[in-house]
Nanobody, 131 residues
Framework: HVQLVESGGGPVQAGGSLRLSCAAS????????IGWFRQIPGKEREGLAA?????????FYAAAVEGRFTISQDNAERTVYLQMNNLAPEDTAMYYC????????????????????????WGQGTQVTVS
C-alpha cells in the first residue's frame, strides 16, 4: 500500500504558474507508473501527464497540456511534481496524482485514458483555481 498526498494548489491568475507536489509514503521506484489527473464536478477525470518511473523516457501528455505542463520525479524526496505554466481559466479543477505498482504492457492510451482506472493509488487532490 502507498499513500499519496498532493499539495501546491491554490488561486493563480491566468498566465501564471504553479508547481504541484505529490509526496509518496514509499519509494517512487516501487511504483512503476505515476500520473496526474484533474476533475471538474460533473465531468470524468481527465488524464494530464504520466510517466514510467524507471524508464523515465516514457512520458505521456494530454494534448490540452503538452508544452505547458511537465511531470517529473525526485526519487530521494519520494515526490512527483507537475509544473504548470501559462495557466488558463479552463485549467481550474481538482488535481490528483495517481500511482500504479505495475504497468508493464500498458498501451499508450492506458496511461492517461479511462479516467485513470488503471491506477491503484490516489491522493486526496489539491484545488487549482485560475482567474
Amino acid at each position: 500500500h502507498v499513500q499519496l498526498v498532493e499539495s501546491g494548489g491554490g488561486p493563480v491568475q491566468a498566465g501564471g504558474s504553479l508547481r504541484l507536489s505529490c509526496a509518496a509514503s514509499r519509494e517512487i521506484l516501487d511504483m512503476r507508473c505515476i500520473g496526474w489527473f484533474r476533475q471538474i464536478p460533473g465531468k470524468e477525470r481527465e488524464g494530464l501527464a504520466a510517466r514510467r518511473t524507471v524508464e523515465t523516457g516514457r512520458t505521456f501528455y494530454a494534448a490540452a497540456v503538452e508544452g505547458r505542463f511537465t511531470i517529473s520525479q525526485d526519487n530521494a524526496e519520494r515526490t512527483v511534481y507537475l509544473q504548470m505554466n501559462n495557466l488558463a481559466p479552463e485549467d481550474t479543477a481538482m488535481y490528483y496524482c495517481a500511482a500504479a505498482p505495475a504497468c508493464m504492457g500498458w498501451v499508450p492510451g492506458e496511461y492517461l485514458g479511462a479516467g485513470g482506472s488503471q491506477y491503484t493509488y490516489w491522493g486526496q487532490g489539491t484545488q487549482v483555481t485560475v482567474s
